[in-house]
C-alpha cells in the first residue's frame, strides 16, 4: 500500500499585480523523504515554500498536510501543525542568548517570571539529543552562521515536527559543517520527517536527494527520482538547454607572465609560488577552508602577507597597499557580495558608478556625471540587468541580479588582472551561462583571468590551467587532460601540506 504524503498540493497558484508567481504546481512530500526543489531564481520556489511556511495565501490551488485539507492563517500556525521552515534570512535575535532564542514565546515560567535555569538545562537537552556542540549560555550573534543555523533547526524542536524546509542551507557552510548537516538530515530521514530542500548546489543532490522536482517561470517541469538521472538532465530540465551550452568555449592565448608570487605566506598559507598570465583563465580548487581565497586576498593586500615575494609586471608590489594594487591594474571580485561587495543601501546604478567614479588607475579632477551614468548604462546593458532594476535598492534585488550588479562593478575599471573568488555563489544555472560568457569576454581581450571555486565542475570547464589546494600548500598544477575529476580530488586530500 502506498505511502500517503505528509503534504501534497493540488494546482497551486499565486497571482501577483501582473506577475504569476506560481502556476498550478503540484507537488508531494512523504515521510522519511528529501525532496528537493530546483529551479533557477525567479522559477517560483520561493513562492512555494512561503505558502507551505504559513508566511503567504495562495491565489488558487489546495495544500493538504496527511491527507486533509490545510488552510494557514502564519508561520506560527505551520509550525504548530508540525511544518518548521529554516530561511536563507534567520529569524534568530543577536543579542539574545542561544537559549534565549530557542525558547521564544515558549518560555518556561517560575510564577510571573522566566525561568533561566530551566530553559538553559532544557536547551542543553535538545542539543545534546540533535549532537550540536552548542553553548546555550553563548549569545547568539557571536556564533558562526553554521552554528546560528543549528540554532535554528533546533527552534523546530518544540512541537511534534514532521515537515523541515531548507532554503539554501549550505551557502555559508565549510565542507566539514555541510557532513555535518547532512547527517543530521539523516537522522531526521530515519524518523519519519520529510525534507524540503532548496538548493543551486547539485553535486548535494546525490548525497541526500530522494527525488528532484524542476520549476521554471513559476511551473512545475517534472519531478524526477534522483537515482534515475544525473546533472545534465537536470541542468535541461532546468533551463531548457543542454549542459554543453552552458560553459562556452574560451579561446587560449596566454602571453608572458605578468604576475609571479614566490614563496607567498599568509595566514593559513605555507609559501606558494603561483604564476598569472594574460589571455588566460587559471582556475583555483580546493575544499572550503584550504587556503585558496586567502592566497590570492594576500595577492592584493587584503589578507597580510607573512613571507615571500609578489611582483606585477617585475615590479616587486609586495608591500603595496590595496589601493595601489588596485591602480595599478589588479581587481577582486569578493565572494561575499552583501559584507564586501556591495552597497546593499544605494541602486544597482549607484553601485555600477563607484569605479567609474573612483577613475580605475588614477585620474583626478572633476567627475563627469553624464558621461558616468552613460558609462553605468552601457554596463548594465553588457550584463544584462533589466532595466526595471537598475533603480532599486541592491537589497531588494535576487541573488543573481545581485551577482551581475556585483560583475558589473569589473567593468567600471580598466584591469589586466580579475581575481574572481567564488564568482557564481547562490546563483541559478541560467545567470552562470551569463557570467561564464563574461568570464569568457574578458580572458578573450587579453585579461588575466583567475577563477577560484568550490564548485568543481565550474573550474574544470571554464580553465585553461589549475592550480589545486590542500591544507594552505599547493598539491598540483594540472592542463589540459591532466584536469579530471579524479585527478583533481586526488590532490583535494593531499596531506603534505597539513604539517608545514
Not at 468 to 494: P, Q, R
Request: aromatic share 6%; glycine share 10%.
Amino acid at each position: 500500500m502506498p505511502t500517503q504524503p505528509l503534504i501534497r498540493t493540488n494546482g497551486l497558484t499565486k497571482q501577483y499585480p501582473g506577475v504569476l508567481a506560481l502556476d498550478a504546481v503540484d507537488f508531494d512530500l512523504n515521510p522519511g523523504e528529501v525532496h528537493v526543489l530546483f529551479g533557477e531564481n525567479g522559477a517560483g520556489k520561493s513562492t512555494l515554500i512561503s505558502m507551505l511556511a504559513g508566511a503567504n495565501t495562495p491565489s488558487g490551488g489546495t495544500i493538504e498536510l496527511n491527507g486533509q485539507p490545510l488552510r494557514l492563517s502564519s508561520v506560527a500556525d505551520a509550525q504548530a501543525k508540525g511544518i518548521y521552515t529554516v530561511f536563507q534570512e534567520f529569524s534568530l535575535i543577536p543579542t539574545l542568548t542561544v537559549a534565549e532564542n530557542i525558547f521564544l514565546g515558549w518560555e518556561p515560567m517560575k510564577g510571573p517570571f522566566v525561568d533561566h535555569r530551566e530553559m538553559r538545562r532544557r536547551a542543553a537537552e535538545m542539543f545534546e539529543e540533535l549532537d550540536f556542540d552548542i553553548d546555550p549560555t553563548e549569545i547568539t550573534g557571536r556564533l558562526s552562521r553554521a552554528r546560528q543555523q543549528m540554532v535554528e533547526i533546533t527552534k523546530a524542536f518544540h512541537g511534534d515536527l514532521s515537515v523541515l524546509i531548507l532554503d539554501e542551507p549550505t551557502a555559508s557552510l565549510t565542507d566539514r559543517e555541510v557532513d555535518h548537516l547532512f547527517d543530521f538530515i539523516k537522522t531526521l530521514k530515519a524518523r519519519g520527517v520529510g525534507i524540503i530542500y532548496i538548493s543551486h548546489r547539485m553535486q548535494e543532490f546525490v548525497r541526500i536527494a530522494d527525488r528532484v522536482t524542476v520549476l521554471r517561470d513559476g511551473a512545475r517541469i517534472g519531478t524526477v527520482a534522483m537515482d534515475e538521472t544525473d546533472d545534465d538532465a537536470l541542468v535541461e530540465m532546468m533551463t531548457g538547454r543542454a549542459i554543453s551550452e552552458i560553459y562556452p568555449h574560451i579561446e587560449h592565448k596566454p602571453g608572458e607572465v605578468l604576475l609571479r608570487a614566490e614563496g607567498l605566506r599568509t595566514s593559513g598559507v605555507h609559501a606558494a609560488d603561483v604564476e598569472i598570465r594574460p589571455g588566460e583563465i587559471l582556475g583555483v580548487a580546493g575544499l572550503v577552508g584550504c587556503g585558496k581565497s586567502r592566497l590570492f586576498r594576500a595577492m592584493m593586500g587584503v589578507a597580510p602577507r607573512l613571507g615571500g615575494r609578489v611582483t606585477l609586471r617585475g615590479v616587486d608590489i609586495t608591500h603595496a597597499p590595496t589601493r595601489q594594487i588596485i591602480r595599478q591594474g589588479m581587481y577582486y571580485l569578493s565572494p561575499d557580495r552583501k559584507a564586501e561587495g556591495l552597497d546593499l543601501l544605494r541602486t544597482a546604478n549607484d553601485n555600477l558608478a563607484v569605479n567609474l567614479v573612483m577613475g580605475g588607475r588614477g585620474g583626478t579632477g572633476l567627475i563627469n556625471w553624464p558621461a558616468v551614468r552613460d558609462a553605468s548604462t552601457r554596463i548594465a546593458d553588457h550584463v544584462e540587468l533589466h532595466e526595471g532594476y537598475r533603480n532599486k535598492l541592491v537589497s531588494q534585488l535576487s541573488g543573481g541580479n545581485q551577482q551581475k550588479v556585483l560583475f558589473g562593478k569589473c567593468f567600471g575599471q580598466d584591469a589586466d588582472i580579475y581575481i574572481l573568488d567564488e564568482p557564481t555563489v547562490g546563483v541559478d544555472m541560467g545567470t552562470r551561462a551569463a557570467l561564464y560568457l563574461l568570464i569568457k569576454e574578458l580572458a578573450e581581450a587579453g585579461k588575466a583571468v583567475v577563477v577560484i571555486s568550490s564548485d568543481l565542475p565550474e573550474v574544470m570547464h571554464l580553465a585553461h590551467r589549475m592550480i589545486v589546494m590542500a591544507h594552505g600548500a599547493l598539491t598540483a598544477e594540472l592542463s589540459g587532460d591532466e584536469m579530471t575529476e579524479e585527478n583533481i580530488l586526488k590532490h583535494f586530500f593531499d596531506e603534505s601540506g597539513a604539517t608545514q
